[in-house]
Structures are given as structure tokens and as C-alpha cells.
């Protein structure tokens, strides 16, 4: 070839050289100035949602900041280009860091190529070339060489995880939270060619120059600042056996004592130690953490983080008001130990520090109820024990000191004592002379004296001071009760009788007490001839009779000593006893009367009310008036069996010359039949009404055999009470009850 032509040769060949030199320099240049398009800086932190706390700690609250936007999509952002760099400079604009760490206040932010320059050559930031130290808050970039265009950029949670903006989800570009990154193409090239797969679209790491983090986040050795692994760490893949669960790994093997160190990366000195763990505890060692190994490892752990115990108990639960309370535990992992003490309402009334044995006398608390708990420190953590209950009771009674003064069978014998400290109430027991209890006068409250009527002989009597937790007895003393001399209250009489406050009445001709009427409430008290008085019933004319086995009941008058009793003053009133039953006295059991030793004497006195001398009489016979010859109406009182008789004038409606019988004839008649049809009813009372005032004419006999109340006297009265009668109400009438009626 000349040399013409060889000059034409190389020329050609230097403008091919410089058409290529210019076609790449074109497409770098095209591929920065596409970038730089999409660099426009946009602030939309006031779009971003706000259900974070922030601590302070810029790396975690760059994560807590980006994690809340999870899901946050391009239009409710606000964005208008691509945003993933904008998006991160966003999220620590929010953490309020300094924006000479991640540089969030700066042109051209948005570019992810000019946002790795700045903070490498301006905010001290450091690329991280092992991925095993990656840490929360570093940034990953995503960068083609081939291109020289920078992809993404995204905030490391952890070194599984990826926090990371404008990434395609459906028909949204959003918020993501990604497993190991999202898989990027490089969009100036093939995207099959060149990804983050086959490695030519690399992950660049950035560490940002935060003042107030550790380089190696994964170096703490206390487990709990660790995730528990939820799948299985191997030493054969180191990226993901990289990060926080390997740590819980490595802290927990720290403090069981097989490894020296946390770093966060799974080699060979990490499954070295899980397999030396599995050996210990029964697990085939393979060096792999699987789920099995991941179980034992927290078992382990807690038993060398929580503090436990064995042991611990009081020697007893019931405490008398001076007794010693022991209290005993046996702690295990424990650092630190503090016995606590509460009521039961939840104040803390007593602690003791570093004690496994502990004494202190009952009285220290006073009397209730307590919850003893143990309160145990481990290096950890401290926990609580079950709570042991127990019961103090108050202090004893004080012993008292008794005095008798003592009476007669018909004058009280009286008690009296000093008031005891802590006593709720008294009991008095009185012995007979051989011992044998005679009567315990039970719940005596806000006294300091009792009374009571004892029979003649000789006693013994102590005083049992009590509270509700014990009872402490005085000493003994003897006395002698002597032969007095019942009380004579004179003369025969009626009167109504009360018992403590309650009317003593015949009830259905029981001996009641309660409310009563009429005659039932009223009593004929006579006198006998052994200073004794009998007590008969106005109502049924039966005596009150001191029966067995305590109870009273209304015979008919006799001169038996059961019906005999002795009057005893006491107050306003009387304590009655029985002739026939030494030291009985009557008493009220549940409105019945009844017999039984004196007790307390105020509740046992028999106070009698409107005395007087009145009779009380019953129709026993009637002979009818003819119309010449007078009739005549015999009474019986019912108290005494005096009789009285009462003239019937003779009846001038008759005939002068009846036809009178050969013989007197009796019939049979009601009381109160007034239109003598054999019945009684209101139409009875209504005649009696006109009888009285005159609207019809009612014959003598009538008047006697109408006189519905006995009283002698026929009037408005003997209607009234006839009607009450037949509506039920409580009234004394006679009315129904048969008498013969003879014809002379």
C-alpha cells in the first residue's frame, strides 16, 4: 500500500476511533442527564403519617419514621417523579437529626447519585464492605457500573429487611417493607442482563455519620435487646445468618458461658458453641439453629435471666398477738432479695432486705391480715414470689378481776368486775358447790355488773373476758346463796302483765307473749295462805301451771305447787319463780313463756299494770219472765267463781193467761241470735242497733240474752262487738256461745 493510502487507512481509522469515543461519551452523558431530570428536589414530609414515637436515637427513629409509611403511596405523598431518595431524606428530616448526617436540606437531593456524593465527601459518612456489620439506619444504594447510572436507594431496618420508597406495587408506586432488598434492573441497559441478581447492579452500603450509635450494633450481650430467631441460622450462608437473631444467639450462648463474644455473623466459632449447648442439653449437635435449639436456648436463658426459689414459707399462717413470724426462702439466681409486707388493701407496711431467714414478733403488724411476698433480683430483671397470707389475731383479753355480792332464792345475787382491755364482751359461769356448771350468763356487753336469782346453796363463779380470737377466765370465787323470804304484794287483784316490754297473754290458752287483746291480756293474781300467789287467766279462768321440762301451761284451778309462785322484787317490777321448780324463774323464749335459770334479770321482770278488783263473769243460766212472774240471769266470774244474779222484769207483751206448760221446758239459745234463726251474722247486730235506739221492740229476755259483751248492760256496745265479731277483728264477745233458756 503507498503511502497515500496508508495515510487514508489511518485516518479513516481515527475517525471511526473518535465517532466511537463520541457515541459512548454521548450515551454516558444522555444517562446523567436522565438522572439529573429526576434529581428535582421534593419535600412531602408534611404528607407522611404520624403513628411513631421517636426516643431520640436518630438510627432507630429513621427506622420507626419509615416503617409508619409503609403502604404510603405516590399520590398521597405527593411526589411527582421518582422518590426513593427523596423519601429517606424525608424520613430523617422527621427524626429532627442534624442535616449534615443524612443531608435532607439540599439541592438536587432527590438524585440518588448526588445524594451518595454529598454524604460520603460532605457528612463524614463511610461505605460499609461487609455486609455481616450492617446495622439499622445504614443506606443501601443500587448503582450500575455498566451505565454509571445510580438506581435506588433504600434505609436498612435490619440485615434481612429494607425499608424503601417508590417501588411498583400493582398500579402503585409505594412504600415497601423488602425481604434482602428489591430485586433491581438496570433500566439504561437489558434489565435481564444487569440486576441485582447477577450481580451488575450492585448494593452499595452506607453508614451515616450518627453521633450517638456503636459501629457494630450486633455487640450487645444482654438477649432481650435481640429478636428471638423464627428460622433456622446455619453457618453455610452468611448473608442471611447475618443480624439481630443471630445475635440473640450469640448473647445467650454469652451468658450460658460458651461464648466469649457478640458479633452478629454465624461462622464457625458461633456453631461451634450452639453445638456444644445442643450436646448439654440432649439435643443432636449439629450446629444449625432450628427450632428445637431455638426452644432450648430460650429455657436456658430464663432460667439464668429470672431469679426463682424453693422454699418459701412462714411457720405458720395463724399468729396469736405475740407469737414470732419466721419467714424462709431459698433463692436462685438472685442478686439481690427484699422480704415485702401489705395489707390487705394493698400498702406496703414492712420490708427487710437480703434476708432467707427472717424473725419479727406478730405485734410489729397488729392484728388482721397480711400478704408476705419476696421481691428477687437477678443481673436482669426482678420478679415477685407468691404471695403467703397470713392472719394475726388481737391480743388476748386482760384478766379481770370478779366480785359477788351475793343474795338470797328471792333477792338477786349480783356480779360486778372491772372493764378488761381488748375485751369485746364478759361471759359469767356460775358452778354448783360440786363443780357441775349451774348456768353460763353468755355475751354481756357495755356492763361492768350482772344480776341474777339463784336458788339456796353454795356456788363457784369466774369471769371470761372475750374478743373475738380468745378469752381469758378470772379466778374462781365461792359464795353462798342464802334462804330469804319471797315478797307479798298484797292482796288479790287484777292486772295486765308485761314481760320486757311485751304483753304475757293466753294465746289459743298457751302462755304467749307478744300482742294480745281483750281479756287474754289480763290476769287474776290471788293470793294463798304460803305466801305464794296463783296466776289465772281472765279470759279462760285457767291457772298458769309451772309444767315439765320448762314450758308452762293453763290447767284448772288447784291447789298444786305447780300452780304456786313466789314473787321477787327486781326493778319496777318482779321476778316470778316456781314453788315446785326451786330457782326457775319465768322468762320469754321465742313468745312462749317459759321456765328457766335467771339470766338477766331486767329481761325476766314481770311489771303488772292497771291493778284493780274487777271480776270477770260469763252467762251461766237464764230463767225466762212470763208476763206475771220475774226471770232471772245467773253469772260466774271467770277468775274466782263468784256468782252474781240479775233479775229479768217480767214480760208485759206476753199474755196475761198464756198457756203455760205443765212443766217448766229449757231451750237451747245463742248469744247474740237476736232474730233467732240459729245463726250469727250482721243482721244480728243490725236488730240490736234498732233494739237500742227504739225502732223495734226487744223483750227483756232479749236484752239479758243479747248482752254480746257481758257487761250487764244491753246497748250499742253489744252491736259493735257483735259485728266485729263477724268481720274477724279482735274483740271481747260472747256471741255463739250456747246457753239453756228455761220456761217457767
Known amino acids: ?118 454524604m460520603i465527601e460532605n457528612c463524614g459518612a463511610v461505605v460499609i464492605d461487609d455486609i455481616r456489620n450492617l446495622q439499622s439506619g445504614d443506606l443501601v444504594f443500587y448503582y450500575c457500573p455498566e451505565s454509571d447510572f445510580w438506581l435506588h436507594v433504600a434505609i436498612v431496618e435490619s440485615s434481612d429487611y429494607y425499608l424503601e420508597g417508590n417501588i411498583t406495587v400493582g398500579d402503585n408506586e409505594e412504600v415497601i417493607r423488602s425481604d434482602l432488598g428489591y430485586n433491581f434492573g438496570c433500566y439504561m441497559h437489558d434489565p435481564k442482563k444487569d440486576n441485582t441478581d447477577n450481580g451488575h ?88 439453629v432450628n427450632s428445637a435449639t431455638t426452644k432450648a436456648l430460650e429455657e436456658a436463658w430464663i432460667k439464668v435471666r429470672d431469679p426463682s426459689y424453693e422454699n418459701f414459707k412462714t411457720n405458720k399462717t395463724h399468729y396469736k398477738y405475740n407469737d414470732d413470724i419466721t419467714v424462709t426462702i431459698d433463692c436462685i439466681s438472685t442478686i439481690a432479695s427484699q422480704l415485702q409486707i401489705y395489707n390487705l388493701t394493698g400498702d406496703l407496711l414492712k420490708t427487710a432486705d437480703n434476708t432467707s431467714n427472717y424473725t419479727f414478733n406478730a405485734s410489729e403488724l397488729g392484728e388482721g391480715s397480711y400478704a408476705l411476698y419476696y421481691s428477687l433480683t437477678s443481673p436482669f430483671t426482678t420478679i415477685k414470689t407468691n404471695p403467703i397470707i397470713i392472719t394475726i389475731q388481737g391480743p388476748e383479753p386482760q384478766k379481770g378481776t370478779l366480785k359477788v355480792s351475793a343474795g338470797s332464792d328471792f333477792s338477786p345475787t349480783a356480779f360486778s368486775w372491772n372493764e378488761t382491755e381488748y375485751t369485746t364482751s364478759y361471759n359469767i359461769t356460775v358452778l354448783n358447790a360440786d363443780g357441775s356448771e349451774y348456768s353460763t350468763y353468755t355475751g354481756i356487753t357495755d356492763v361492768t355488773e350482772h344480776s341474777v336469782l339463784l336458788p339456796e346453796g353454795s356456788y363457784k363463779a369466774f369471769l371470761t373476758s372475750k374478743n373475738k380470737y380468745s378469752k381469758t377466765k378470772s379466778d374462781e370465787i365461792n359464795f353462798t346463796v342464802g ?18 316490754g311485751e304483753s304475757v297473754f293466753n ?57 304456786h309462785w313466789y314473787f321477787t322484787s327486781y326493778g319496777d317490777g318482779y321476778i316470778i319463780t316456781s314453788a ?84 217448766p221446758t229449757t231451750k237451747e239459745m245463742l248469744i247474740g241470735d237476736a232474730n233467732h234463726d240459729g245463726q250469727i251474722t250482721a243482721k244480728d247486730s243490725l236488730i240490736i242497733q234498732r233494739g237500742v235506739i227504739g225502732l223495734l221492740h226487744i223483750s227483756p229476755l232479749d236484752k239479758i240474752i243479747n248482752d254480746t259483751n257481758l257487761d250487764g248492760s244491753f246497748s250499742s256496745a253489744d252491736s259493735l262487738s257483735l259485728l266485729r265479731k263477724t268481720l274477724d277483728l279482735p274483740v271481747d264477745c260472747y256471741a255463739g256461745q250456747t246457753i239453756k233458756v228455761t220456761y217457767q
Open 1 to 118: 500500500m503507498n503511502k497515500a493510502k496508508r495515510f487514508l487507512s489511518f485516518a479513516l481509522c481515527l475517525s471511526l476511533m473518535t465517532a466511537c469515543i463520541t457515541s459512548l461519551s454521548v450515551t454516558t452523558a444522555s444517562a446523567n442527564e436522565a438522572e439529573y431530570a429526576l434529581s428535582r428536589t421534593q419535600d412531602r414530609s408534611y404528607n407522611f403519617r404520624d403513628d411513631y414515637e421517636l426516643n431520640g436515637n436518630y438510627a432507630d427513629d429513621l427506622i420507626r419514621v419509615a416503617r409508619a409509611q409503609i403502604g404510603l403511596t405516590t399520590d398521597e405523598a405527593g411526589y411527582t417523579e421518582d422518590w426513593c431518595a427523596n423519601f429517606a431524606n424525608d424520613c430523617a428530616r422527621l427524626t429532627g437529626m442534624p442535616d449534615n448526617i443524612i443531608p435532607y436540606n439540599y439541592d438536587l437531593r432527590a438524585s440518588c447519585r448526588y445524594m451518595y456524593y454529598e
Open 201 to 288: 447492579v450492585k448494593r452499595i452500603y452506607v453508614r451515616p455519620n450518627y453521633p450517638d450509635r456503636p459501629y457494630m450494633l450486633y455487640s450487645d450481650t444482654f438477649p432481650d435487646n435481640y429478636p428471638v430467631p423464627t428460622r433456622d441460622l446455619f453457618v453455610d450462608s452468611p448473608i442471611t445468618c447475618a443480624g439481630y437473631e443471630v445475635s440473640w444467639v450469640q448473647a445467650v450462648l454469652y451468658q450460658l458461658g460458651y461464648m466469649d463474644i457478640v458479633t452478629g455473623s454465624y461462622y464457625q466459632m458461633t456453631a461451634s458453641a450452639v453445638s456444644n449447648f445442643q450436646k448439654d442439653h440432649g439435643l443432636s449437635a449439629t450446629g444449625v
Open 483 to 500: 334462804n330469804g323470804n319471797p315478797k307479798n304484794i298484797g292482796d288479790t287483784f287484777y292486772a295486765k302483765v308485761t314481760l320486757n
Open 507 to 563: 294465746y289459743n290458752n298457751t302462755p304467749s307473749i307478744g300482742t294480745g287483746y281483750g281479756k287474754s291480756l289480763s290476769w287474776y293474781v290471788k293470793a294463798n295462805s304460803d305466801n305464794s300467789y296463783s296466776l289465772i287467766n281472765c279470759k279462760n279462768g285457767l291457772a298458769l301451771t309451772a309444767g315439765v321440762n320448762g314450758n308452762t301451761t293453763f290447767e284448772k284451778q288447784s291447789d298444786e305447787m305447780n300452780q
Open 580 to 663: 315446785a321448780q326451786t330457782g326457775k324463774v319465768l322468762k320469754a323464749d321465742d313468745g312462749t313463756l317459759v321456765l328457766a335459770n335467771s339470766s338477766r334479770c331486767a329481761d325476766e321482770t314481770l311489771i303488772f299494770d292497771t291493778v284493780s278488783a274487777v271480776h270477770s263473769y260469763t252467762l251461766a243460766e237464764v230463767t225466762a219472765p212470763s208476763a206475771t212472774k220475774k226471770g232471772f240471769a245467773r253469772y260466774v266470774c271467770n277468775v274466782c267463781g263468784e256468782e252474781m244474779t240479775i233479775e229479768i222484769p217480767e214480760d208485759t207483751t206476753l199474755p196475761a193467761t198464756p198457756d203455760t206448760p205443765d212443766a
